[in-house]
């Protein structure tokens, strides 16, 4: 499997590789090096690797040979991928349903079973009371405002910590400076860590973000505040996932946490 894009984008590839992993394992995936990494810990795939390994080449090799494997390839057409069984668009091309469904849909022509499976990833929880709150994203459009971020930490009724990447540190900064405290930090973390922490959390909140998609689909109650982009097509996966729009009130989102 081919899967460019960021984490989230290889996290709503998870129906679609369990229904190929159920009829051509081993699986072997190429995407986010992160989510790829951990996907491989938990058994997802057998095997996963960067997108930009180095042995991917070929993709774009008009004189490649042809694989031997069942290829999938959700992306541009390249030279390579003319004896691959799937090359499809990385999203739905008319925007009209689930990424996630859509990415499922493209296997139809293998002829193999498309059961919709969502389950929660195979993550050993790190136990704890605590919400963790992402409040940055891949995008500043799709963080909803600090001031926000920091009414909510203000009525939730359990410790409160921070989810900081390497490009969240000024919607962090921003909340703090808004809620007039500093409040701890999970930074620097694995993807394995992390899974775990939002396994064992008691809920989580963020924008749509990786880290979102990570925590729904670690099983987490979890909620998802939406701004321009549309959930219907980029919702999270997950048992337990609520979504919200900018427009929600702290107070309504932080009495669904502390339920």
């Known amino acids: 499997m081919l899967r460019p894009g960021a984490l989230g984008d290889t996290l709503l590839a998870v129906p679609a590789l369990r229904a190929l992993r159920g009829a051509y394992a081993p699986v072997t995936l190429a995407a986010h090096p992160g989510a790829v990494r951990l996907l491989a810990s938990v058994g997802e795939v057998a095997r996963g690797m960067p997108f930009d390994d180095p042995s991917l080449a070929w993709v774009f090799n008009r004189d490649a040979v042809q ?42 022509p293998l002829g193999i079973d498309l059961a919709w499976d969502e389950a929660p990833l195979r993550v050993t929880p790190l136990v704890t009371e605590e919400v963790l709150v992402h409040p ?111 427009d929600s009130e702290p107070g309504e989102i932080a009495s669904l946490l502390n339920a």
């Open 136 to 246: 940055g994203s891949g995008s500043p459009a799709k963080n909803w405002p600090p001031d926000c971020f920091a009414k909510l930490v203000r009525n939730l009724d359990a410790p409160v910590r921070l989810v900081v990447g390497e490009a969240d540190r000024a919607a962090a900064d921003a909340v703090q400076t808004h809620l007039g405290q500093a409040l701890p930090w999970l930074e620097q973390l694995t993807f394995e860590e992390l899974a775990s922490r939002l396994a064992g959390c008691r809920a989580y909140v963020g924008n749509d973000s990786g880290v979102s998609h990570l925590a729904g689909l670690c099983g987490a109650r979890t909620v998802a505040i939406f701004g321009p982009s549309d959930p219907s097509v980029w919702r999270p996966l997950g048992p337990n996932v609520h979504i919200r729009r900018f």
């Open 67 to 108: 694989q031997e494997d069942v290829l999938v390839a959700w992306m541009a057409p390249a030279p390579g991928l003319r004896h691959a069984k799937i090359v499809a668009p990385s999203r739905p091309p008319a925007m009209d349903r689930h990424c996630a469904r859509y990415l499922l849909e493209t296997l139809a």
